[in-house]
């Protein structure tokens, strides 16, 4: 059974720095893209990258390029998103999801739960 | 970019009604559209990939349609499970950007 497991939620100041995680199991980690999405309240769906595990390829969407960071570590099954200095509006719900294999784009058919990272 | 627009934003409907959402794509994108269903507190399920094929698992009272930049989403028969908000993607060339979402409502 494909699991995602996130992070628990954190309270954090402006200024600090963070790393949330999700650990994947039930498939092959390294063999399928990993994707970060952001839930401002009350607002919808936002990707903001994706990382292919297996060569740490990392593509970013044009709206996060520069903000954040996805890393991830094949021997542990995870990944990460991490921010150097948080802001107010860096308060939010992200989640993480499962995307393609290397040969075919995919949907997100798999999500974690959504860790809550509030900012104040 | 392509920006993926949405329409209605929200829907009023009763249970057993017949209901159709709208998603436009800014360039064609055929055939990576997604349909994505989420309730409160809850993270989004994928309904539907490739435009039309259904999720395993995923009722039949929920189809897909569409090519190029235009596609809906229809749910027959809605059920009181069926009242969550819903979300359209694409997933081209490893970009993946949302609509904006539908509110499907009771009515």
């Known amino acids: 059974e494909v699991q995602l497991v996130q992070s628990a939620a954190e309270v954090k100041k402006p200024g600090e720095s963070q790393r949330i995680s999700c650990r994947a199991s039930g498939y092959i980690f390294a063999d399928y893209w990993l994707a970060w999405v952001r839930q401002m309240p009350g607002k919808g769906l936002e990707w903001m990258g994706v990382?292919?595990?297996?060569?740490?390829?990392?593509r970013y969407s044009p709206s996060f390029e520069g903000q954040v960071t996805i890393s991830a570590d094949k021997a542990t099954s995870t990944a990460y998103l991490q921010w150097n200095s948080l802001e107010a509006s860096d308060t939010a719900i992200y989640y993480c999801?499962?995307?393609?294999?290397?040969?075919?784009?995919?949907?997100?058919?798999?999500w974690g739960h959504g860790t809550l990272v509030t900012v104040s | 970019d392509i920006q993926m627009t949405q329409s209605p934003s929200t829907l009023s409907a009763s249970v057993g009604d017949r209901v159709t959402i709208t998603c436009r794509a800014s360039q064609n994108i055929s055939p990576w559209l997604a349909w994505y269903q989420q309730k409160p507190g809850k993270a989004p399920k994928l309904l539907i990939h490739?435009?039309?094929s259904l999720k395993s698992g995923v009722p039949s009272r929920f189809s897909g349609r569409g090519s190029g930049t235009e596609f809906t989403l229809t749910i027959s028969n809605l059920q009181p499970d069926d009242f969550a908000t819903y979300y359209c993607?694409?997933?081209?060339?490893?970009?993946?950007?949302f609509g904006q979402g539908t509110k499907l409502e009771i009515k």
């Open positions: 999801a499962r995307g393609g294999d290397g040969y075919n784009y995919g949907a997100f058919d798999f």
């Open positions: 993607q694409q997933y081209n060339n490893n970009l993946y950007n």
């Open positions: 490739m435009a039309s």
């Open positions: 990382i292919y595990p297996d060569d740490a390829d990392v």
